[in-house]
């Protein structure tokens, strides 16, 4: 009896001390895995998740809006001078050119000031905020929510225009309230948001809303994938804070819709994160590049290519020489999986590609010929440029032989003179001298001076072979066309119409 006493109580103790060992053990483990980004902004405390609204706001928005802070920025402008009749040309414009015009003056320099929002992400005074709120600005003043409304000069530490995003520095010895980065990523549709901010100068309001849709892309950069929400977010919000019910800021507010109601957007914390660190120790970001083209896959365009449905990011062109090229890619790849992560649709390649630090190995799944490819390539690191300019076009009409009246396109041979006129590197191929307005052409963006270098995948030299490639393809559900569009090049797919059978009389 006494030996099974003592075996209980033995066996209690050694529970006992396992799990205390566990606990320290994971607590050591947590410790030595804090990650350099986590010690440089707040990670979020709590892990209860929130299914309802809250009674009322008054609470979260006592704890969140002391992390907000107002931001003010001058910017040096010029106005040009007044000049009597501006687009009249003179006789001495020729001879003395802007000497001519100096008497009316260079204009002067006046002061603009506008205004933002940002919010505080490490006790050293870092503070988060959208670019075009700082940018070119001469003098930078945040002033911090609470009963002093104190103000500080900020200075920029690094900036990110492509992702509209700022880190700037206070200098203080007063402990600053944090705000905590979530995870974007976890954030559901119809999910109750809170946006503080300071719109149209009117500091440290709060509204709330839900997130309306994620992944919007709006024409603002190659990166788009914004947080749509309803809370009311205007001029003014730029650069602050969306918070989720738990305290945790889940999005940088960016942009508004001109007009509209209930329509904000906000960029995922989870982006910012990605290039946050590379502010603050390189004041710029950097980005993995491979050197692609790429296109939608529209539900044409998958037919063409063999995909049971319209996914992935169609592969144009391959820049020679870069990593893309290097790894085997080829244009008429549709990359359906990057470094692991699948490709949805076009816009998540940039985003992942974006994402991923140059000099990475990664591997690439493409679609060719209908099957599915497995390739590796290296990332190097992306130069933000100017983007090549596509070829003008003048209001001459060239002619050419109506190619085929249903689709609505008029093509020709190229010839010296076209290649000397539009500087055609390339004279394979057919030359789009006009298209039927109305027509498939037209509806799928063919315009006058294209030149088609391909029918269903077949290249074609000239208008003879166009005509013979395109009867055959006339005969398929879809006609996919290979252009090339000044500098640039892409797929365009027309769905082929049956003919409607006629009726006996």
């Not at 992560?341 to 493409?366: F, H, W, Y």
Request: net charge neutral; hydrophobic share 40%.
């Amino acid at each position: 009896m006494k030996n099974r006493k003592f075996g209980i109580g033995t066996l209690v103790l050694a529970v006992a001390a396992a799990m205390f060992a566990g606990i320290m053990t994971t607590a050591s483990f947590d410790f030595t895995r804090t990650s350099e980004a986590q010690n440089f902004w707040k990670e979020p405390s709590q892990k209860e998740d929130v299914a309802f609204g809250p009674r009322s706001f008054v609470e979260l928005s006592k704890k969140l809006a002391p992390s907000v802070v107002n931001i003010s920025t001058t910017q040096v402008m010029r106005q040009r001078p007044f000049m009597p009749f501006p687009e009249f040309k003179t006789p001495f414009d020729e001879f003395f050119g802007d000497e001519f015009r100096k008497p009316f003056g260079d204009g002067h320099e006046f002061k603009r000031q506008s205004l933002g929002s940002g919010f505080v992400i490490n006790k050293e005074g870092y503070i988060l905020t959208n670019n075009h709120v700082i940018e070119n600005a001469t003098e930078i003043l945040v002033t911090l929510s609470g009963k002093d409304k104190k103000e500080y000069l900020a200075k920029v530490i690094g900036r990110d225009s492509q992702l509209d995003v700022a880190l700037i520095k206070i200098e203080t010895d007063e402990e600053l309230p944090v705000a905590a980065l979530g995870d974007s990523d976890k954030l559901e549709i119809g999910e109750w948001v809170v946006a503080i901010g300071n719109p149209f100068g009117l500091g440290g309001t709060v509204t709330a809303g839900i997130v309306s849709q994620k992944g919007r892309v709006i024409g603002a950069g190659p990166y788009d994938n914004f947080i749509q929400t309803d809370a009311s977010i205007n001029p003014g919000n730029s650069g602050g804070p969306l918070f989720n019910l738990r305290g945790e800021v889940v999005g940088v507010n960016t942009a508004v819709v001109a007009g509209g109601q209930g329509i904000g957007f906000a960029t995922p914390i989870n982006m910012v994160k990605e290039v946050a660190l590379q502010l603050k120790e390189k004041g710029a970001a950097t980005r993995g590049w491979i050197g692609v083209t790429i296109q939608e896959v529209t539900p044409e365009i998958a037919s063409s290519f063999g995909l049971k449905e319209p996914m992935g990011a169609l592969v144009s062109s391959v820049v020679a020489g870069d990593p893309a090229s290097e790894g085997g890619i080829k244009a008429g790849d549709v990359i359906v999986e990057f470094n692991g992560k699948r490709i949805e649709e076009m816009n998540d390649l940039p985003r992942t590609v974006a994402a991923t630090p140059p000099g990475k190995k990664v591997s690439v799944k493409v679609v060719r010929d209908g099957k599915e490819t497995e390739l590796y390539l290296t990332l190097k690191k992306k130069s933000d440029g100017p983007e090549g300019e596509i070829a003008g076009q003048d209001s001459e009409k060239g002619k050419g032989d109506e190619v085929e009246a249903g689709l609505g396109i008029f093509a020709m041979d190229i010839t010296p003179e076209l290649v000397k006129k539009f500087d055609i590197k390339d004279a394979s191929g057919v030359f789009v001298n006009n298209v039927k307005d109305n027509s498939p052409a037209s509806d799928i963006g063919l315009r006058r001076w294209d030149i088609i270098k391909e029918v269903n995948r077949t290249p074609v030299k000239n208008v003879k072979e166009f005509k013979k490639q395109l009867e055959a393809a006339m005969k398929k559900k879809v006609v996919l066309l290979f252009v090339k569009r000044g500098d640039s090049v892409f797929y365009a797919a027309i769905k082929v119409k049956e003919a409607k059978p006629e009726k006996a009389d």
